[in-house]
């Protein structure tokens, strides 16, 4: 057996430096599609909490005002659990297991409900803004998917 010359060994080492240039790229892609993937999935989890506790306040089950949109006043009340207005034992009704974070927040010491913006049911659509209550959230980040779209417009 025998051994490199160093012409070899550079020439092996500049081959595995290019390979690795190469994939480093792949690999942020994947990272990227993984985070969105993550990005998708939390936003419909939310939205359809938010729908079921606008459907259960609709039907009497949560208790609101007579003015009230039927929203809940904030994403906490999704996972924490409100009474249900029907049940004889005042039971909870959870919407949630928890409030996802938003996986394109950078912000690892902020509290799940705090990395999402919030839209109320008395914002504009062109402005989403927080309010009394929450209609709809959406990512705060402002960066570009892979599908030419910014984040905060998915």
Do not use: C
Not at 108 to 136: I, L
Request: charged share 30%; no cysteine.
């Amino acid at each position: 057996m025998k051994g490199f010359t160093l012409i070899e060994l550079v020439v092996t080492v500049t081959i595995v430096g290019i390979l690795a240039m190469a994939l480093l790229p792949l690999g942020q892609l994947s990272v990227k599609r993984m985070k969105e993937a993550e990005l998708r999935a939390a936003l419909r989890d939310i939205r359809t909490a938010l729908d079921a506790y606008k459907k259960a306040a609709d039907e009497g089950r949560v208790e609101k005002a007579a003015e009230s949109s039927g929203y809940p006043a904030s994403l906490d009340a999704l996972a924490q659990g409100i009474p249900d207005a029907r049940d004889p034992k005042k039971r909870l009704i959870r919407f949630l297991r928890r409030v996802p974070r938003d996986p394109m927040n950078p912000d690892t010491q902020a509290s799940p409900q705090e990395t999402w913006g919030k839209r109320s049911y008395e914002s504009a659509q062109d402005s989403p803004q927080a309010g009394d209550n929450v209609f709809d959230v959406h990512s705060l980040s402002r960066k570009t998917g892979l599908n030419g779209i910014a984040y905060n417009e998915w």
